[in-house]
């Protein structure tokens, strides 16, 4: 059976740029998965065109079990939405815009107020409550912004870069909700260019690259594809390196690569940190001495580069053409 989120060969042309070309996606109910790519990849365009803000050229969706093209507006009753920016209302207080959102929903006024308080418990915003909303840093904003996403508390939730902008303690402070969120249920795909930010938070990874997902798994599965576990050594004479270079190729699963210039040499392993003590033992035994030895294991920015053939980008991405102040596309050069 289809996840709590679900996608089938999501096509979507702006002009002739083709920022979706076949996006497949199946997300089980009460997990996460992290959308992963860099600008331009397609990331953007997918959460628009599965949150019914964009229709699709072709291909079919399903979020909750409902039919994103048939039934859009039952698809909006069941979803959160956070985008790249904050959407909030600078002129009003934390509370009014919670509550806002809460009468947008057809809330009574009461439910909406009890339910701002609420959120603003849990997000950390009861001392800024009644300030105007662009009194707020950065990090305020962003939690009030994802705090108006759950005023209904959705079943299925879609981030677009949430922690794009915010510094270190803001994004761990963000991601702690975050966690809290799933474990209470909800389905959550997130985007992002953060690649810490999926290693912490998501169950499956899918990178996406060019409109198309090029790899589907999670993090570790994604991980074991670039090769494994790496020792290096660097030695502290320059005249140790070939012996180092011999040693290393011994307990190593392939050549040892050498950088003569910066005296380090690599090779690729399998056995971990019991093999690592070997070699130390084995270079102490020929007389090489080391200003630095380590186990190197592959992280998601080498799985990254390893598919995509570029390291990830920072920044914001919106996919799609620019608009003029109309909303209508202006024409964007292809990426």
Sequence with gaps: MPGAIYAEGLVKTFGDVRALDGVDLDVPEGTVLGLLGPNGAGKTTTVRCLTTLLRPDSGTAAVAGIDVLKQPNEVRRAIGLSGQ????????????NLQMVGQLYQMRARAAKARAAELLEQFHLSD???RPTKTYSGGMRRRLDLAAALVVSPPVMFMDEPTTGLDPRNRQELWEVIKQLVAGGTTL????QYLEEADHLAHDIAVVDHGRVIARGTSDQLKAR???ERVEVVVHEREHIGTASEVLAAFGK??????????????PVTGGAKLLAEIIRELDVRGV????????????????????GHVAEGGNETDGPARDAG???????VK
Excluded: N
Excluded at 293 to 302: A, E, H, K, M, Q
């Design 85 to 96: 920016f904050a959407a909030v209302d600078e002129y009003l207080t934390g509370r009014e």
């Design 128 to 130: 800024a409550a009644d």
């Design 189 to 192: 795909l997130l985007t992002t």
């Design 226 to 228: 670039t090769g494994g």
């Design 254 to 267: 392939g050549p040892a690569s050498v950088e003569t210039h910066t005296r380090k040499i690599t090779v």
């Design 289 to 308: 001495e080391l200003d630095d030895v380590g186990l190197r294991r592959p992280t998601l920015d080498d799985v990254f580069l390893s598919l995509t």
């Design 327 to 333: 909303g209508r596309p202006e024409k964007e050069a």
